[in-house]
């Protein structure tokens, strides 16, 4: 058997690595046109698949530029976010939104019981999506993350009259409620307690009672109306359907859960809400689980304590927030000895910015403390200075260039999604509606605890801003803390997960059990990190 030697070029280097060289050319101009088609035919980040040559399909879903939803259905990502529940989730409603336009038109609707879920905010992802549609369609459809879509054909039961909110297609709030099932009241009382209080007039609930001839139903609402202690529309609706020779025995369809919005005649928002009833629901939760503030606490000693702790305060809070940064560049920091020509990557200035940002922060959130010592209350104080707060944060990177100056004014302007969370906060249009209500609830609870514990969690549950929601979040219940009576207490970044998981278990299941041990537990250790300080 003969061989023959690959020829050398003139330069020394032999003909295939110059075919590989130009083969790998060629691919990425192929996979940078696919994308760009992709793009193109693109809605929100979703992509149908007809609207592909199989091709162009294929390539990007080889290089993890298009994840699969369904046959026939796909999400535009990047190699790095291909296969995460942060995709999935910041792309669900749009990608519902976009498969039952493309299938049913406007032959579809999300039924009586999704429908509520949409009106009173929910801000979690369900499990299973349920939708009536007009023509055929009985089946369920497994989506990503052990989310589903149930479909079924229902022309007896479909409205006469949609009602469009985020591009859905729902049932009218009225209609919505007298259709829920038993079951909804009690699975889902809080949505169910929120869309009673929407709801403007007791006449829209007749009317639609008086249309389905349903008295079970009819039981159901005004039994629900005497539990919110809404008297006088239970009476209203009661004797409009007398008027029409109904029988009514009304009945509490919320059996014995507890509800939390009977001191408000009527919402205007679903979000205000949502955020009170939460406080309702939490505030004896915390205090069972959170130590007793100390009797005659020592306001000058706490403040030499949280000066104390500066280096250690950063050093966690800036870790748990993924920036790499060290003890001793957050001492050079606050002594103004960083040099930033000694940083060479963009990584390692983005790190020591966010640094210096934190200790104009810190420093921020030192004189807010202060003011509480001199009797201001502290849900006013925070009120008044959180701006300041965010704007010492991100002045370093302004004045780098690395972000607008515009971006310091406000709360957010754009949807924010956080990494790995089934919780969505609230849409842009409600964060100040939210934030205002947060305010009130801070200025008005008596207990240093629930004001530390739950400022936090609904602070972070709204995520007013596109960045720095979690550093604040800690700032603010420090202050509450501190405002108390209590020592500030730092978050350590080797409880991250703990940390994390019980934020999580507040946003989507409503316990908020686990988060206030865990700020009590890092509470106890910093006790004695603090002892050791010697601080008189």
């Known amino acids: 058997m003969t061989h023959q030697r690959q020829q050398a070029s003139p330069n020394g280097r032999n003909n295939w690595e110059f075919m590989s060289k130009d083969l790998i050319t060629r691919r990425n101009h192929l996979l940078a046109d696919a994308l760009k088609r992709a793009k193109e035919v693109s809605k929100g980040g979703v992509v149908r698949s007809a609207d592909l040559d199989r091709g162009v399909r294929e390539r990007l879903v080889s290089a993890s530029f298009l994840t699969e939803v369904m046959r026939g259905w796909y999400l535009l990502t990047s190699p790095a976010g291909a296969g995460t529940t942060t995709l999935w989730y910041s792309n669900y409603w749009e990608f519902i939104r976009q498969y039952l336009s493309d299938r049913f038109g406007d032959g579809y609707c999300l039924s009586a019981e999704s429908s509520l879920d949409v009106y009173a905010a929910q801000n979690i992802i369900s499990q299973q999506l349920i939708v009536l549609t007009k023509k055929p369609s009985n089946q369920s459809i497994e989506l990503l993350h052990s989310t589903s879509l149930m479909l079924y054909c229902d022309e007896k039961n479909f409205p006469e009259t949609i009602v469009e909110k985020n591009g859905l297609n729902l049932f009218p709030l009225p209609e919505s409620i007298c259709r829920a099932t038993p079951t909804y009241f009690q699975n889902s009382s809080l949505n169910a307690e929120i869309c009673l209080k929407l709801i403007p007039s007791a006449a829209e609930i007749s009317r639609v009672l008086l249309t389905i001839q349903s008295q079970a139903a009819s039981n159901r609402i005004i039994g629900a109306y005497q539990r919110l202690g809404d008297q006088k529309r239970a009476d209203q609706v009661m004797q409009d359907l007398a008027a029409a020779g109904l029988s009514i025995s009304p009945q509490d369809p919320f059996d014995k859960h507890p509800l939390y919005l009977g001191n408000y005649e009527r919402l205007t928002s679903p979000y205000s809400g949502r955020i009170r009833a939460m406080w309702e629901s939490m505030r004896p939760v915390v205090i069972e689980h959170f130590p007793k503030p100390p009797l005659n606490p020592d306001s000058q000693k706490s403040l030499r304590i949280i000066e104390k702790l500066y280096n250690q305060d950063a050093y966690h809070s800036l870790s748990i927030e993924g920036y790499q940064v060290t003890e001793d560049l957050i001492l050079n920091i606050k002594e103004g000895t960083w040099n930033p020509d000694t940083e060479k990557s963009d990584n390692e200035q983005r790190n020591a910015l966010a640094a210096k940002g934190y200790l104009g922060a810190f420093r921020s959130v030192f004189e807010s403390v202060i003011t509480t010592t001199k009797g201001e209350n502290p ?85 007013p801003y596109m960045d720095g929601n979690g550093r604040i979040g800690r700032f603010l219940m420090n202050l509450m803390l501190v405002s108390g009576g209590y020592n500030w207490t730092v978050v350590r970044t080797s409880e991250r997960a703990r940390y994390m998981a019980s934020l999580e278990t507040a946003s989507t299941q409503g316990r908020i059990d686990e988060f206030s041990k865990f700020i009590a537990s890092e509470m106890d250790y910093w006790k004695n990190e603090i002892s050791k300080l010697n601080v008189t």
């Open 379 to 463: 849900g006013k104080v925070f009120a008044n200075d959180l701006q300041k707060w965010y704007r010492e944060l991100f002045i370093p990177l302004v004045q780098a260039g690395l972000i607008a100056a515009s971006d310091l004014a406000g709360y957010r302007n754009h949807p924010v999604y956080i990494s790995g969370s089934r919780h969505v906060p609230p849409p842009k249009d409600a964060v100040l509606d939210s934030m205002d209500t947060l305010e009130q609830l801070l200025m008005s609870e008596p207990d240093p605890a629930v004001r530390a514990v739950l400022g936090h969690f609904i602070f972070v549950y709204i995520h």
